[in-house]
């Protein structure tokens, strides 16, 4: 049976995507513009999948993703996904 992803999961994939754009100094240089064009495609992404959040939602969490500290949400998150990982 496949594992399923929870939305905390994708979060922090597309947590972690963001990332991997915003690292992406080749892409930034030589084509500007699409690089503006997937940061903000991930950005509208990260956004979309924070809604789908089951509530309620842990208050650290919630001030870390309304004040868009991406990199706190993500740390949190992975930070989450070890106390889960412990306990199964």
Known sequence: MPETTSPYQALAAALRAR???IAD????ARDPTEHLARLRTI????????????A?????LAHYLQRS????AL???EALSLKARDFS
């Open 56 to 60: 309620p939602i842990d208050p650290q």
């Open 43 to 54: 950005s509208e992404e990260v956004i979309a999948l924070q809604g789908q959040l089951p």
């Open 75 to 77: 740390a949190f998150l």
């Open 69 to 72: 500290s991406y990199d706190k």
């Open 25 to 28: 100094r080749e892409l930034y």
């Open 19 to 21: 990332l991997a754009v």
